[in-house]
């Protein structure tokens, strides 16, 4: 049990046990599995990691969006474990269990839109991807699908094709899958057009009727892809009105409308679906990582007729929907309402994005702070005028903030950009702890 209130270090990072690891880590595992901190986890909890040498870490990347919840939280691991005892797997292709359905039945009532819906369990944010596209084809019996610049959708095929950042994601896996466009982000600090919003009628969403002009013929085009907010890619917030206009767009052309919540749902944002704040009712959503506190489950919700499509036997898979995942997600869903879960998004985001006000005032190194609940992100640059991407820095704050014992991710498709994806239960003095620490690595890399 983490006894610790807040982060505690007791030796330099990584610490003699971990180096030790490393060592063998290196040795065994594939050198494209990533890794951004050289700790090993001993346990965790709430907002807290402890390392296997006494280390107490401030999580703010909550296993990349994972941990909305809280590491560990209690009632999710009562569930897990009554769960583990009754049946671990049986299969939903072979012996249903009512765990799957009742999961469905919540995330259909759940999602944004008031029509009849139907859900789909995988395990990966990938193969949820997968699926919708699968099942998108299938629908409109038309191949091409739509994604943005800046997205990232995961490593299997289709999910890489429609990624936009080649090293390291798409880095000599060619050929990528055929039948894919991509439209532009609405990337409002580094607008590909110039413009500035409000006032930019929406330049970058207008170019998909540009392309419909032109380029591309809707009747070939099954569906369109977009994250509610880029996370990968810098958590881009879209303006107001660009993903109505996308939509409004897709739904003139016969073009299915999937948002893919991977990484904005489950209260990260404010509202349960971030979709719901973009007030759009997507054909389908993708949703996985913390809809199940860690354990591997992802699905599909969408309309019913679209779901229903695909034949027999030809969506799912041996694990999919695993009765122990099940049971966390429904867990995580009454977690999330009972204990406001979306509110304390919303206040954590505010104090992070007003503190780094603050710090902006001080450093000409952050060019631009964004978010929505608690999505938040900094965005580093040489020089305001150029606004050339400041990647070096963010390799040093990392770095320095874990020794001071906070772990925070980096994003962007230039890599400049610094992430913040806290549990939604992290204290304040662990929020303010954090945010110490990133003004003194500021401090430290700037010196
Ligand atoms: C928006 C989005 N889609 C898809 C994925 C892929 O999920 P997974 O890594 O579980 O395959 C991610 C992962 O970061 C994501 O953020």
Redesign the pocket.
Known sequence: MILEKNATVVTSIPGPKSKELLEKRLKYVARGVSYSTEIFVDEAKGALIKDIDGNVFVDFASG??VQNVGHCDDDVVEAIKAQVEKNIHSSFNVAMYEQYVDLAEKLVSATPGDYAKKALFIN????A?ENAIKIARKYTGKPMILSLENA????TYM?MTLTSKVRPYKYGFAPYNSDTHKIPSPYCYRCPYGKQNPGCNLECAQKLRDLLKGELSADMIAALIV?PIQ??GGFIVPPKGYLQELQKICNENGILFIV?E???GFGRTGSLFASEQFEVEPDMI?M??SLAAGMPL?AVIGREEIMENPIVGSIGGTFSGNPVSCAAGLKVLEKIEKDNLSEKANAIGEKIKSRLSEMQKKYPVIGDIRGLGAMCAVEFIKDPETKEPNKEIIGKITKESLQQGVIFLSAGIYGNVLRFLPPLVMTDEQLEYGLDALEKAIEKALS
């Open positions: 990349i969006g990966s944010g990938a193969e991807v990232f959708h995961g490593r999910a994250e996370g990968e893919d991977i990484q904005a993708t996985s990582k992802s």
